[in-house]
């Protein structure tokens, strides 16, 4: 009976073995288990989405007056005999986004006959906006629209165009002819940018009862002259508001309908 009992103790403790390693395993396999869960769990968070970038603010948050925007001694050099030299005010439902003025006068030299001239202008300012873009890039896409315009329009000959360097931002010079009332018509239209603002002069003039038709010359000195004058009152309402916008404008609400389209409110009378 004492032998016995050494024997059990030994096998006892050898029984006891695979037991602890079984322990140890499973512990091992646990550990192992949760840094992979804890590296997948990190693997699977999605990366954060970049903010979309800001657009520039807009240059010009308002426009100067159309009718105020070229000179006076201009306006009587240029329109002789005008019958308003105060100019006529064209329609606007927001003048600081769409703005216009026309001039027109019949210059009676007796026995010589009469000079005619008329003379419009036409103002669109482009707010920037997070969907649309830029002011500037609004405002060049629709200076784009506006020499094609030109460039198209009925009944001219003689299409001829041209850079008007010197001129804002950039700028194209637009001649061409047009018979109407029996008479020969010497046009020029100046197409202007200035910032996200476009502006788009024209000049024209014919000669009555046997006066001479003006030179296209002439013409296009009058039409550069009147428009380098309306760009520098643009650039002056920059003193005035600053490249800051308040947040309608910012947002583009209140010129996307009238001012988004790039139709212009200038007549084209002559």
Not at 113 to 124: C, K, L, P, V
Request: net charge negative; proline share 4%.
């Amino acid at each position: 009976m004492h032998r016995s009992a050494p024997r059990l103790s030994r096998i006892l403790a050898c029984a006891a073995v695979p037991v602890m390693l079984v322990a140890v395993g499973c512990s091992s396999d646990s550990g192992s288990d949760g840094k992979k869960s804890a590296g997948s769990s990190s693997s699977g968070t999605a990366a954060p989405t970049p903010s979309e970038p800001t657009v520039e603010p807009a240059k010009f948050t308002d426009l100067p007056d159309p009718c105020g925007s070229i000179g006076k001694k201009t306006i009587e050099d240029l329109v002789p005999g005008a019958k308003k030299k105060g100019g006529t005010a064209g329609g606007s439902s927001d003048l600081s986004v769409r703005g216009s003025c026309s001039w027109n006068g019949l210059d009676d030299q007796g026995i010589k006959g009469s000079q005619y001239r008329w003379m419009d202008i036409g103002f669109t300012r482009f707010d920037s906006d997070q969907s649309l873009g830029s002011g500037a890039e609004r405002a060049t896409e629709d200076y784009g629209k506006q020499v094609a315009k030109a460039k198209a329009s009925e009944g001219a000959k003689k299409v001829a165009a041209e850079p008007a360097d010197g001129i804002g931002d950039e700028a194209t010079l637009v001649t061409y002819g047009l018979s109407k009332t029996d008479e020969d018509f010497v046009y020029a239209t100046v197409v202007a940018r200035t910032g996200n603002v476009v502006i788009t002069l024209t000049y024209n003039g014919a000669g009555y009862a046997g006066a001479k038709t003006p030179s296209s010359a002439d013409i296009v000195k009058g039409a550069r002259k009147a428009t380098e004058e309306a760009v520098a009152a643009v650039e002056k309402t920059a003193g005035s508001g600053g490249a800051d916008e308040d947040a309608d404008k910012g947002s583009g609400k209140g010129s996307d309908t009238d001012a988004g389209d790039g139709s212009k409110a200038s007549p084209k009378a002559g």
